[in-house]
């Protein structure tokens, strides 16, 4: 005899089996997934950063993430226009082009620093023992950027220092694209370039600081630089960190799975979150595209002062 009891056991039943069904069909479909991220070091160097984290997220859902170091921005919007990447570290920048160009993406989360902002700034380097002291100093000199599609390295260096009165191209003799940040920094003290453009997140934590620690920076003598020995000549407005992104393609479940996973990061493997960041990141912080619409709208003011000249 079939009772509401009866129905009631079969429905429940029925529901647990469609919750390992659903993740067996993304899996069916998805049995292995990429994250791929920007170049702000060398490739050694982003890989053993972000190890960890591709390993933490294997666990996590449950299926192998593999690393890939791509060789510029660039690589990374085409991966993903292509769907070979599924999960992206990007720049607000590259963040940005990717979503101009028709790249169908969505923020997740994007770190908080020390500082408590889940921002930082683009600076322009001099060295200290350099006469250069302001931007006007710079006239007619070599600046290193980064990469077209950085935010700091050349998209917001661009856009704030025009609105001070100087245009890059016409206010330096040279300027070169370094392919990442630590390039940028290493033709500055190597003297190939007088300035260079570069990240800060706040005084004890940017690409400078970070090189210094890691022993990347030396004197023409071989002793090793501090951060006294750089000077900054040109700040830009506060800047909205970077996010993890994924393909909006991907299925709902997959997704909220892998944001969860990002939300869970710091507590859940707080080794691999503090190698990210030198354990210098408080947390992740959850964004929307909506957060990005400052950077798409100084792309764009780029995008037409390029045009113009």
């Known amino acids: 005899m079939i009772t ?21 069909e993304w899996k069916a479909k998805y049995p292995e997934l990429t994250l791929a991220v920007i170049p702000m070091e060398n490739a050694s160097g982003t890989n053993d950063r972000y190890a960890p984290l591709a390993n933490y997220l294997t666990k996590s859902l449950g299926v192998p993430v593999k690393l ?9 919007i085409e991966g993903q226009r292509a769907g070979n990447i599924q999960i992206a570290f990007y720049g607000p920048a590259s963040l940005a082009r990717a979503v101009m160009t028709g790249v169908k993406i969505e923020p997740l989360v994007s770190p908080q620093h020390e500082t408590g902002a889940a921002g930082y700034y683009s600076v322009i380097y001099t060295l200290a023992s350099s006469p250069y002291k302001t931007v006007e100093d710079l006239k007619g000199k070599n600046l290193a950027l980064v990469d077209p599609n950085s935010t700091s390295g050349n998209q917001a260096p661009r856009f704030f220092l025009k609105r001070a009165g100087f245009d890059v191209d016409k206010h330096f003799a040279k300027v070169v694209f370094a392919g990442s940040h ?17 990240l800060w997140n706040s005084e004890t934590d940017s690409i400078v600081t ?10 023409p003598d071989g002793t090793p630089m501090q951060k006294s020995d750089f000077r900054v ?3 830009s ?4 960190e970077g996010p993890y992104a994924v393909l909006a393609s991907l299925p709902d479940d ?6 969860q996973a990002f939300l869970d990061l710091p507590k859940a493997d707080k080794v691999a979150f503090d190698k990210l960041s030198d354990g210098k990141d408080l947390g992740l912080t959850p964004v929307t595209l909506k957060d990005y619409q400052p950077i798409i709208d100084m792309l764009k003011f780029n995008d037409e002062q390029r045009k113009k000249s």
């Open 210 to 219: 970070r090189m210094i620690t890691k022993g990347m920076l030396k004197k």
């Open 237 to 240: 407005d506060f800047l909205p």
């Open 4 to 24: 509401r009891r009866t129905l009631a056991a079969a429905a429940a039943a029925l529901a647990l089996l469609g919750l390992p069904a659903a993740a067996q």
């Open 233 to 235: 000549v040109f700040k």
């Open 68 to 76: 890939r170091v791509a060789s510029d921005y660039a690589a990374v």
């Open 254 to 259: 997959l997704k909220a799975k892998i944001r």
């Open 182 to 198: 630590e390039n940028a920094v290493l033709a500055l003290t190597q003297g190939t370039v007088d300035a260079a453009a570069n």
